[in-house]
């Protein structure tokens, strides 16, 4: 069964530092999303992308953020000047469609640790 | 905003029916979902149910929806070592395409 694929498993990174997170989208799938999740916290929503722009993004996603999908397969999130606060678990999701009802598929996830 | 609440966690025995409860605030849903996250595994899509619908069955897995009270709720029945993990809520809402989930509830089955 196709799925999500996410690296590094696990990044830490001094404060300050720049941080690319790689996410590889199933093959047919044309939405892409990143989401993070801090400890003991909700998972919350970071952005959306579809046909190489930026669909939403949240409050979150500040001007320390970026996505792009460089080579058309994979889909990266980075982070500039990273803070202690961006230390959570970062996951991809793609979907083939969107709308009311679209299932996302989830990659295992990048813990990202800040020091 | 849009906000989901789960409980952080659950044990149940072997064999015994799990419950796990979610609520939810915004009125223009469209679909919850249930998501389950093994360890060191991504979010897989258990079931999801239609916000018009109340009750969805499939094999051991119930969901029930009180849209009237935002309540979601997923029954494991005959609760097995392998059910084991963490479940998430979400749901998505009219106009946009992104999810909204909880906290996950981390379900320990106890042999």
């Known amino acids: 069964e196709p799925e999500v694929t996410q690296t590094p498993s696990h990044q830490v990174t001094q404060m300050g530092q720049e941080v690319i997170l790689r996410c590889v989208p199933i093959s047919n799938h044309l939405y892409f999303y990143w989401y993070r999740q801090i400890l003991g916290q909700k998972v919350e929503f970071l952005v959306s992308f579809y046909n190489n722009e930026i669909s939403e993004k949240s409050e979150i996603f500040d001007d320390r953020f970026s996505v792009e999908r460089p080579d058309g397969s994979n889909f990266t999130l980075k982070i500039r000047s990273t803070k202690l606060e961006d230390s959570a678990m970062y996951f991809c999701a793609t979907s083939r469609d969107r709308g009311s009802y679209n299932e996302q598929f989830f990659g295992p996830g990048t813990r990202l640790t800040v020091l | 905003g849009e906000d989901v609440e789960q409980s952080l966690f659950l044990s149940v025995r072997e064999g015994d029916s799990s419950v796990i409860n979610c609520t939810y605030t915004d009125s223009s849903s469209t679909y919850l979902y249930w998501y389950k996250q093994e360890p060191g595994a991504g979010l897989q899509l258990l079931t999801y149910i239609f916000s018009n619908m109340d009750m969805k069955q499939d094999q051991r897995l119930t969901v029930l929806l009180n849209k009237k009270d935002k309540h979601l709720s997923l029954r494991i029945a005959d609760t097995q070592t392998g059910d084991s993990a963490i479940y998430f809520c979400?749901?998505?809402?009219?106009?946009?395409?992104?999810?909204?989930f909880g906290t996950g509830t981390r379900l320990t089955v106890i042999p």
């Open positions: 979400a749901e998505s809402i009219t106009g946009a395409n992104n999810l909204f």
